[in-house]
């Protein structure tokens, strides 16, 4: 019986974290590779884009030639994620830590859903 116990909590564990594996898994690996286009594809049409000093609302395209240019100018070898979590808005968050050749900076990305789709609604890339 205590095995059983065991079996049902370990697989409520992995399926309360797989609420917040979603596109998770994608938007790490773009990170990690430096890639803006990849990243941009889970940008919503308008995406709130916060990088060291410069922020703004701006189009999907805006926001994917602004990241590219900072992975240009920074070029990511990893990404670790810190914390993960859900809003009371219902909104799923994740922090990490991008290191690139110029340093380490938090990247905050604030994901929404929409009709059964996962979309970029914020991104921040500030120094650590």
Do not use: C, W
Not at 87 to 92: A, D, I
Not at 95 to 111: A, D, H, M, Q
């Amino acid at each position: 019986m205590k095995r059983i116990k065991q079996i049902f909590t370990f697989g409520f564990l992995i399926l309360g974290f797989s609420s917040f594996t979603g596109i998770t898994d994608d938007i790490t690996a773009a990170l990690k590779e430096g890639n803006a286009f990849k990243l941009s594809a889970f940008f919503n049409d308008q995406v709130d884009v916060t990088i060291l000093e410069e922020s703004d609302l701006m189009s999907k395209l805006e926001a994917e030639k602004l990241i590219f240019d900072f992975f240009h100018e920074n070029k990511p070898s990893n990404f670790e994620i810190r914390h993960q979590g859900e809003s009371k808005s219902g909104k799923t968050y994740t922090i990490g830590k991008l290191t690139t050749n110029n340093g380490t900076f938090r990247v905050s990305i604030y994901i929404s859903k929409t009709n059964n789709s996962e979309y970029i609604q914020q991104i921040m890339i500030d120094a650590e």
